[in-house]
């Protein structure tokens, strides 16, 4: 008798589903009907809908790590001889109640991408630092860059009860995310997920 798959109950990396030989309904396709059909992407759907899982998909995908998607429809449609670098921000885990949550949980995850990618800090405000990230590691790997952001209302939701701590998350955020327009000749490919739309 074959022993049955398990399902991905609260699993959210795609690697760990493959790897443990997990359920895992396909969306490859879908991955590649969207990368192959623009630039830009948000996506709003409610919480424990798959967005991280889905991220995380792409990021295996955009990295070019090929014994994951052996049998899944993107495994013989993507060229896997290229490894696009990718910037994966998240904020699931951040707290956002007073002002120096956002700065904190982003100041941690650019110094952990400036480190992976040896990338030397040259600004101290964090879009400097995601401008400069973003072109330094366009030029260090001559690849445009994959930005992935996971959550990215979060440090807008979690303040609503501190009206003026959501404004100052809200604009400051509106800035940081601006960025990615300023610098799409830079960038290959962007998805931000949330659950909903400011």
């Known amino acids: 008798m074959t022993a049955r798959k398990k399902l991905p109950i609260g699993i959210q990396t795609f690697r760990e589903i493959r790897e443990k030989n997990h359920y895992y309904v396909d969306k490859t396709a879908l991955a590649l009907q969207l990368i ?4 830009h992407y948000f996506l709003s759907r409610p919480r424990r809908f798959g967005k991280s ?15 994951l998607f ?5 495994q013989h449609e993507w ?13 699931g885990s951040g707290k956002f109640t007073d002002t120096q ?5 982003l100041n941690t995850q650019l110094r952990h991408l400036e480190q992976h990618f040896c990338i030397s800090r040259q600004f101290d405000d964090m879009g400097g630092r995601f401008a400069d990230l973003i072109v330094q590691v366009q030029q260090q790997t ?20 501190y009206p003026e701590i959501a ?4 604009d400051f955020l509106r800035g940081f995310y601006g960025i990615i327009k300023d610098y799409d000749a830079y960038i290959k490919f962007s998805f931000l997920t949330g659950v909903s739309k400011f």
């Open 36 to 39: 192959n059909g623009g630039k």
């Open 142 to 161: 001559a690849l445009p860059v994959v930005i992935l952001i996971d959550e990215y209302d979060k440090p807008i939701l979690d303040a609503l009860d």
């Open 70 to 74: 052996e049998g899944l429809a993107a």
């Open 101 to 105: 949550g956002l700065l904190n949980t």
């Open 167 to 170: 404004k100052i998350n809200r």
């Open 53 to 67: 899982l889905f991220l995380d998909t792409l990021k295996e995908l955009f990295e070019g790590n090929e014994m």
């Open 79 to 91: 060229d896997w001889s290229i490894h696009y670098p990718v910037l994966r921000f998240s904020f």
